[in-house]
């Protein structure tokens, strides 16, 4: 099957998936813009955001870690909360700052 550019979508099937993806955006759009968040709340989703990427950053640094055939079961299984605890402890003493910056930006540009 091919569908030419500027063709009509709908008896592809796709219009539906179209018009539900547009409806979840402007849902989400919406919710979004109904209630300004607190400072608080704007803090929180800055920590989050930078314990998820120091997660994110450890597990890939693992990788570059050749495996040992004496692999530690339990760092097998509880590695990847291990990583997260450590990156939650990081960004709560404030390890690198970049909750802060990206808070102090999103501030200023609101």
Do not use: H
């Amino acid at each position: 099957m091919s569908i030419a550019i500027g063709s009509d979508l709908s008896g592809a099937g796709v219009s539906g998936l179209w018009n539900n993806s547009t409806t979840k955006t402007s849902d989400l759009e919406s919710k979004l813009q109904s209630k300004p968040a607190t400072d608080e709340e704007l803090m929180e989703v800055c920590k989050s955001f930078e314990s998820y990427l120091l997660e994110q950053v450890m597990k890939e640094m693992k990788k570059t870690v050749p495996n040992s055939e004496e692999q530690n079961q339990y760092l097998e299984y509880f590695g990847d909360m291990m990583y997260e605890e450590i990156a939650q402890g990081a960004t709560e003493q404030k390890g690198l700052g970049i909750a802060q910056m990206l808070y102090e930006s999103m501030k200023r540009n609101s």
